[in-house]
Antibody, heavy 118, light 106 residues
Framework: QVQLQESGPGLVKPSETLSLTCAVSGYSISSGYYWGWIRQPPGKGLEWIGSIYHSGSTYYNPSLKSRVTISVDTSKNQFSLKLSSVTAADTAVYYC???????????WGQGTMVTVSS | EIVMTQSPATLSVSPGERATLSCRASQSVSSNLAWYQQKPGQAPRLLIYGASTRATGIPARFSGSGSGTEFTLTISSLQSEDFAVYYCQQYNNWPTFGPGTKVDIK
């Protein structure tokens, strides 16, 4: 069974770059599927940030595209998110997720809270 | 961008009653629509995909219907564990989520 686990700093300073990693277990990331990042500001709804296919192709939310980079490290079986020039508006729980057995996000990590503050 | 809307924002229901949640897309998403349940402090859980197919392990009291721009999630007889926030999400284009419907105890 595929499992996802996010990791990274819980506090990031304004204007800096937020960096998170999602470790994948139970499946080889290079074998298929696509792997995504979704965030949820406190008390608010869900926002898709972007996804990366096993081939390396990336797709980003147009509203965040200029600041987002998603990459895959097949040697570590993980994928990563970088969000540059963060502000308080980027404070959120960040989830990694993937459609594995369906076309929707059927596997989610537990989420990691990231606060942007000086 | 395909904008998703959900109604009502809050639905107050008694245990054992039926709950009907609505989701609308700003343009057709065919049947590329999913429903998620989220409880406080937890990640969303996939309930329905393809507008009407239950995900693995989801009880039969959850059902989805619709296509195009209008969708419905029905919970036939609410159990205590069903009180949560429900989100719809389209994946016909780059994914977008609705704002959610909170189902609370009447």
């Amino acid at each position: 069974q595929v499992q996802l686990q996010e990791s990274g700093p819980g506090l990031v300073k304004p204007s800096e770059t937020l960096s998170l990693t999602c470790a994948v277990s139970g499946y080889s990331i290079s074998s298929g599927y696509y792997w995504g990042w979704i965030r949820q500001p406190p008390g608010k709804g869900l926002e898709w940030i972007g996804s990366i296919y096993h081939s390396g192709s990336t797709y980003y939310n147009p509203s965040l595209k200029s600041r987002v980079t998603i990459s895959v490290d097949t040697s570590k079986n993980q994928f990563s998110l970088k969000l540059s020039s963060v502000t308080a508006a980027d404070t959120a729980v960040y989830y990694c997720a993937s459609p594995t057995m369906t076309d929707a996000f059927d596997i989610w990590g537990q989420g990691t809270m990231v606060t942007v503050s000086s | 961008e395909i904008v998703m809307t959900q109604s009502p924002a809050t639905l107050s229901v008694s245990p054992g009653e039926r709950a009907t949640l609505s989701c609308r897309a700003s343009q057709s998403v065919s049947s590329n629509l999913a429903w998620y349940q989220q409880k406080p402090g937890q990640a969303p859980r996939l309930l329905i995909y393809g507008a009407s197919t239950r995900a693995t392990g989801i009880p039969a009291r959850f059902s989805g219907s619709g296509s195009g721009t209008e969708f419905t999630l029905t919970i036939s007889s609410l159990q205590s564990e069903d009180f949560a926030v429900y989100y719809c999400q389209q994946y016909n284009n780059w994914p977008t989520f609705g704002p959610g419907t909170k189902v609370d105890i009447k």
